[in-house]
């Protein structure tokens, strides 16, 4: 397979600029690693617009291929622990930050990146989540530790974005009574079918005057947003009850007193999905290919092929995706 030739999005680097181009890669370029998967499907998120917008912070060096989600099938490898033709699922790690990514139609990876596909679904159920599912499930997994489905209302930010669409899915699935926030409430129809019990409108909490505490609201939240907006809603929790953050597209800083923590005794739960365990990453996916399996995801999915990514990728990068985008590499079925 060494004079293999395959496509991928490139973002390249010019005087300053970035931008991305179709080209023609070897698997000679990819790097050394045990695993050489052929993609199927890859998805977009947040990073990925990141990494084509040049941010050093997710890619250091230029021409890259981002994607930090792949799923597919092995060609070769290495390691006892997979064969050819076993299909696999990679998120995260280093996958589409300095490693080639599923932007491209293969990728070489460490086998510690791979986790088996569960049985239930198939490769594009796992790419209709991707990072953003996982993201999602982690963050529904640790809110469950704290928050019952009977303790009231569940607010989830950021809510027609990738973590959030999934995170109102997720709740929903498990009964909990969950409110979206959105600043997109002409797409309330979509939060409705998703699962959720009512939408707010986002410029509602920004408008609120700030107070040290503000009203008990909340039983639980899952903020994939951070910043001014997160730092006020923690504000908002009712007793007892907790937090997950995972997203800074609102900003990096999370300003707070302890009274949520001393007064209202709210648990705050750090989310990540890159660099956990594989074997943490493989029981959420396990999960959410059987007791966690979303229904029928379709409506909330666009499929579209290399050539459609840019377009995708600004709409993320300005905060007007509405659920989740699936990239299908053109010589699959
Ligand atoms: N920790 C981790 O492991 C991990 C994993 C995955 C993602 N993330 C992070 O989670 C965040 C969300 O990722 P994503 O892939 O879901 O992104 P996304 O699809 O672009 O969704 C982000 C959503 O946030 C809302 N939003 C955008 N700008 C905002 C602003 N200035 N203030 C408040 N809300 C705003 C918008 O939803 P509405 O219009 O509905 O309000 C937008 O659709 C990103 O920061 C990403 O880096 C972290």
């Given at each position: 397979?060494?004079?293999?030739?395959?496509?991928?999005?490139?973002?390249?680097?010019?005087?300053?600029?970035?931008?991305?181009?179709?080209?023609?890669?070897?698997?000679?370029?990819?790097?050394?690693?045990?695993?050489?998967?052929?993609?199927?499907?890859?998805?977009?998120?947040?990073?990925?617009?990141?990494?084509?917008?040049?941010?050093?912070?997710?890619?250091?060096?230029?021409?890259?291929?981002?994607?930090?989600?792949?799923?597919?099938?092995?060609?070769?490898?290495?390691?006892?622990?997979?064969?050819?033709?076993?299909?696999?699922?990679?998120?995260?790690?280093?996958?589409?930050?300095?490693?080639?990514?599923?932007?491209?139609?293969?990728?070489?990876?460490?086998?510690?990146?791979?986790?088996?596909?569960?049985?239930?679904?198939?490769?594009?159920?796992?790419?209709?989540?991707?990072?953003?599912?996982?993201?999602?499930?982690?963050?529904?997994?640790r809110l469950s530790q704290t928050v019952a489905a009977?303790?009231?209302?569940?607010?989830?930010?950021?809510?027609?974005?990738?973590?959030?669409?999934?995170?109102?899915?997720?709740?929903?699935?498990?009964?909990?009574?969950?409110?979206?926030?959105?600043?997109?409430?002409?797409?309330?129809?979509?939060?409705?079918?998703?699962?959720?019990?009512?939408?707010?409108?986002?410029?509602?909490?920004?408008?609120?005057?700030?107070?040290?505490?503000?009203?008990?609201?909340?039983?639980?939240?899952?903020?994939?947003?951070?910043?001014?907006?997160?730092?006020?809603?923690?504000?908002?929790?009712?007793?007892?009850?907790?937090?997950?953050?995972?997203?800074?597209?609102?900003?990096?800083?999370?300003?707070?007193?302890?009274?949520?923590?001393?007064?209202?005794?709210?648990?705050?739960?750090?989310?990540?999905?890159?660099?956990?365990?594989?074997?943490?990453?493989?029981?959420?996916?396990?999960?959410?290919?059987?007791?966690?399996?979303?229904?029928?995801?379709?409506?909330?999915?666009?499929?579209?092929?290399?050539?459609?990514?840019?377009?995708?990728?600004?709409?993320?990068?300005?905060?007007?995706?509405?659920?989740?985008?699936?990239?299908?590499?053109?010589?699959?079925?």
């Amino acid at each position: 397979m060494s004079d293999s030739k395959f496509r991928a999005l490139r973002v390249l680097e010019k005087g300053g600029y970035f931008h991305t181009e179709i080209q023609e890669q070897s698997l000679d370029d990819l790097p050394d690693n045990d695993v050489l998967v052929k993609v199927k499907y890859s998805s977009l998120n947040f990073k990925d617009a990141l990494s084509a917008h040049g941010h050093k912070g997710v890619t250091r060096q230029f021409p890259h291929t981002p994607g930090i989600d792949a799923a597919g099938v092995v060609v070769e490898s290495r390691s006892p622990e997979l064969k050819p033709g076993q299909e696999v699922i990679v998120t995260g790690y280093d996958l589409g930050m300095n490693t080639p990514g599923g932007f491209g139609e293969y990728i070489r990876v460490p086998v510690e990146w791979c986790v088996v596909k569960p049985p239930n679904h198939d490769l594009h159920y796992f790419m209709t989540l991707g990072t953003a599912g996982l993201t999602a499930g982690l963050s529904v997994d640790r809110l469950s530790q704290t928050v019952a489905a009977d303790d009231g209302e569940v607010l989830v930010t950021g809510s027609t974005g990738g973590v959030g669409c999934l995170a109102v899915a997720l709740l929903a699935r498990l009964g909990y009574d969950t409110v979206a926030l959105t600043s997109k409430v002409d797409h309330s129809d979509l939060l409705a079918k998703l699962g959720a019990r009512r939408v707010l409108d986002r410029s509602h909490l920004e408008e609120m005057p700030e107070k040290a505490l503000m009203k008990e609201t909340w039983a639980g939240v899952v903020d994939t947003v951070g910043g001014a907006l997160f730092s006020k809603i923690l504000k908002t929790v009712k007793h007892s009850g907790a937090a997950t953050t995972c997203g800074m597209v609102a900003g990096t800083e999370l300003t707070t007193s302890i009274f949520p923590f001393i007064l209202r005794g709210v648990t705050l739960y750090g989310i990540d999905s890159v660099e956990i365990s594989r074997e943490r990453k493989r029981h959420i996916w396990e999960k959410l290919d059987s007791d966690w399996a979303l229904p029928d995801l379709k409506f909330l999915a666009q499929d579209v092929v290399l050539e459609e990514l840019p377009g995708v990728i600004e709409k993320i990068y300005c905060g007007k995706m509405l659920g989740r985008a699936v990239l299908r590499h053109i010589d699959q079925e």
